[in-house]
C-alpha cells in the first residue's frame, strides 16, 4: 500500500463517520462535508490504487 491508498481510506472511513453525525443531529451541512470527504477519499485511494499498478508492470 502507498500512502495515496492509506489515506484516501482514512477520508473515507472519517467522512462516514462525519456523515453518520450529521444524520444523529439532524445537519444537513455535516452531511453533506462526510459525503464531500467520501469522494474525496475514494479518489484519493484510486490514484494510489493505479500507482500501485503501475508500480508491478
Same mark, same amino acid.
Given at each position: 500500500?502507498?500512502k495515496?491508498?492509506?489515506?484516501?481510506?482514512? =477520508?473515507?472511513?472519517? +467522512?462516514?463517520?462525519?456523515?453518520? %453525525? +450529521?444524520?444523529?443531529?439532524?445537519?444537513?451541512? /455535516? /452531511? %453533506?462535508?462526510?459525503? +464531500?470527504? /467520501?469522494?474525496? +477519499?475514494?479518489i /484519493? =485511494?484510486?490514484?494510489?490504487?493505479?500507482?500501485? %499498478?503501475?508500480? =508491478?508492470?
Amino acid at each position: 500500500m502507498n500512502k495515496d491508498q492509506v489515506k484516501g481510506e482514512v =477520508k473515507d472511513i472519517a +467522512g462516514k463517520v462525519q456523515e453518520e %453525525a +450529521g444524520e444523529l443531529t439532524d445537519s444537513n451541512e /455535516q /452531511q %453533506a462535508k462526510g459525503l +464531500g470527504k /467520501q469522494i474525496e +477519499g475514494k479518489i /484519493q =485511494k484510486g490514484i494510489g490504487d493505479l500507482k500501485e %499498478a503501475f508500480k =508491478k508492470d
